[in-house]
């Protein structure tokens, strides 16, 4: 299975300022039909997730452009400038590469 | 406006079945997979298991093979998890969620098992 680890997992934000969140797999991402499935997922308190980001750097209708995914291969980031009170939450990586679908431990994001 | 939700939560017995239900609208239902997601409380994200979208082809987790069926009715325009042999560790918040990528996910039903 790839293994899907976050860091950290605790993320003190100051409102205004950048945040960044890392997502490293145990295996390659890279799918045979050539593309990467890396989703980024944001979770609110006391709601379900939602997607923001697929395949490593697109972002979703409606997500706003502070945030942005980067990253190749095994090693993945998502940064969010200019951080809103709304943002505050629990953030997930998540692979639809390989069988079966894995998640990172999530991050949680607090001001 | 694409929108999943899910019923038959509720509490159920160890050893015991449950059934879940899956229901969308916004989409042409037959056109894409469905998976089911887990969240334990207070715990991260959990893949259960995926139904392609003509049915054909079905995955899922390690933890749930051989307990956990799932399954659809595109005429019906609903998935259902069939879950056989509960554990006291299956007591989660289940969400039904669209396609292979994920993108739009259900409120969820809680589903508590214990005696």
């Known amino acids: 299975d790839a293994v899907m680890t976050q860091s950290p997992l605790s993320l003190p934000v100051t409102l205004g300022q950048s945040a960044s969140i890392s997502c490293r797999s145990s295996?390659?991402?890279?799918?045979?039909?050539?593309?990467?499935?890396l989703i980024w997922l944001q979770q609110r308190p006391g709601q379900s997730p939602r997607r923001l980001i697929y395949k490593v750097s697109n972002r979703d209708s409606g997500v706003p452009d502070r945030f942005s995914g980067s990253g190749s291969g095994t090693d993945f980031t998502l940064k969010i400038t200019r951080v809103e009170a709304e943002d505050v939450g629990v953030y997930y990586c998540m692979q639809a590469t390989e069988w079966p679908r894995t998640f990172g431990q999530g991050t949680k994001v607090e001001i | 406006e694409v929108q999943m939700w899910e019923s038959g939560g509720g509490l159920g017995q160890p050893g015991g079945p449950l059934r879940l239900s899956c229901a969308a609208s916004?989409?042409?239902?037959?056109?894409?997979?469905i998976n089911w997601v887990r969240q334990a409380p207070g715990k991260g994200l959990e893949w259960v298991s995926l139904i392609s979208d003509n049915g054909d082809a079905t995955y899922y987790a390690d933890s749930v093979r051989g307990r956990f069926i799932i399954s659809r009715d595109n005429s019906k325009g609903t998935v259902s998890l069939q879950m056989n042999s509960l554990r006291v560790e299956d007591t989660a918040v289940y969400y039904c969620?669209?396609?292979?990528?994920?993108?739009?996910w259900g409120q969820g039903t809680l589903v508590t098992v214990s005696s």
């Open positions: 295996q390659s991402l890279v799918h045979s039909d050539g593309n990467t499935y």
């Open positions: 969620v669209r396609s292979n990528f994920v993108d739009y």
């Open positions: 916004g989409y042409t239902f037959s056109q894409h997979a």
